[in-house]
């Protein structure tokens, strides 16, 4: 424990902005026998403190460039061929290939831009072409975000650090979307693209390091085989980074997968048949479940005590969501730079003060509407909230009309 709080204070140290060196020579001994598992506990700790995530972000980065030689040199179990772990980091071995794949171009364009070399435009074309192709590795954030995180809170106590993984995530996706659009510009900011790019290269493979060498091998320690099983059938819905859909078959079928209260219920052969009844009319589960799975919108409820509760699965889902997230905390399904607003909502919703907020965004080109809207019964009681997210790029493109007789008249 005094090897931890000494680390505690080093760490927190480099974090307020302070010169780390005399901390360091203070307790050299301890940073160079740092585990994984002190490195959580610590990232936990000053997470509770309340530090603004960029400081975070920042001090993190510091230390942990401390702590480097001794994590390396620290032993990693292997996790078994297969396993959720396993598709994890080969999809980072993927990634990894990709950004080696970028290096030479980036040497390239360097040297090329002044003189403006007739092969620029191919040289520019092939970058955009990869880093199109790095936007896939999204799939693996996703993965962490909405099947392996909850997961770890429900397990670890001290859980926080993926809160912070989460936002050097969001730098990820934001600068490779800037690179994109900094190389379809007519005129390229050099100085713009090399800064995006060594960005792009330190954190991936930061968070690529902090997963193998910090996170995987307390996962391994920590959680059972039972648990990772259902891990990698969740994660098979989404889809591995560059690696083959999965046939979960196997591991539908898996004696090992255990009971879980945020298991998926919607298996109706499986449960008693029931009716809904209610004012306006009735209807079997079958029917509802159908029927909020066929409606044009995504559904999320999340009940008074701030836990998800619900989502819809329509077949053209717009944001992800997986059956681990059923019980979580709604602040924890967000990235830590939108959880103030979050709150900020639940409490006008809770306070009366509104009832409705809504949102809009572009994302991949597409015209995202997202209303969140408070429930109340009859007494005017807070309920819960529902999120209804909706893509409306098509409809915003209607003109004119299409009656019913238009429908016949096209059959015809």
């Known amino acids: ?25 203070r307790y050299r001994s301890e940073v160079e026998r740092v585990t994984p598992e002190q490195v959580i506990s610590l990232v936990d700790e000053l997470m509770k403190k309340g530090y603004p995530v960029e400081q975070m972000q920042e001090g993190v980065n510091k230390f942990l460039n401390l702590f480097h030689k ?20 080969q999809s980072n071995q993927e990634m990894a290939q990709r950004l080696d794949r970028l290096k030479p171009l980036i040497r390239l364009i360097n040297g090329k831009l002044p003189d403006q070399d007739p092969d620029l435009p191919e040289t520019i074309n092939n970058m955009r072409e990869i880093l199109e192709d790095l936007k896939t590795f999204e799939r693996h954030y996703l993965i ?45 900011n050099l100085p713009s693209l090399n800064y995006l ?59 090992k997968k255990p009971k879980s209260a945020k298991e998926d219920d919607s298996d109706i052969s499986q449960k008693e048949t029931g009716t809904f009844q209610l004012p306006t009319g009735s209807f079997s589960e079958e029917e509802i479940l159908v029927i909020l799975n066929t409606l044009p919108v995504d ?93 409306l790029t098509e409809y915003r493109k209607l003109e004119g009309e299409q009656r019913l007789l238009s429908y016949q008249e096209k059959q015809g």
């Open 1 to 25: 424990m005094s090897e931890l709080k000494n680390l505690l204070i080093l760490a927190e140290a480099i974090v307020r902005g302070e010169n780390g060196k005399p901390y360091y020579e």
């Open 70 to 89: 001794a994590l390396d040199s620290h032993p990693v179990p292997q996790p078994e061929s297969g396993s959720f772990l396993d598709f994890l980091m």
């Open 144 to 188: 962490k975000e909405n099947i392996l995180f909850p997961a770890i809170e429900e397990h670890w106590p001290d859980y926080r650090c993926v809160q912070l993984m989460w936002a050097f995530h969001d730098d990820i996706r934001k600068n490779i979307r800037e690179a994109i659009e900094t190389l379809q510009e007519e005129k390229i």
């Open 197 to 255: 790019f060594g960005s792009i290269f330190f954190n991936m493979l930061a968070i690529r390091f902090r997963e193998e060498r910090i996170l995987f091998p307390v996962m391994l320690k920590t959680m059972p085989d039972s648990w990772m099983n259902r891990l990698l059938e969740e994660a098979g819905e989404i889809g591995f980074a560059y690696i083959k859909r999965l046939d979960m078959s196997t591991i539908n079928d898996n004696p």
């Open 299 to 391: 559904l999320t409820f999340v009940d008074r005590n701030d836990k998800v509760k619900y989502f819809s699965q329509g077949p053209h889902r717009i944001f992800t969501r997986s059956r681990s997230i059923i019980g979580r905390d709604v602040r924890l399904c967000h990235p830590p730079a939108s959880v103030d607003i979050v709150e900020r909502i639940l409490e006008d919703f809770k306070s009366g003060r509104t009832s409705h907020a809504p949102f809009w965004i572009q994302m991949n080109g597409r015209f995202i509407y997202i209303e969140y809207y408070a429930l109340r019964n009859e007494q005017g009681e807070y309920l819960g909230t529902l999120e209804v997210s909706q893509d």
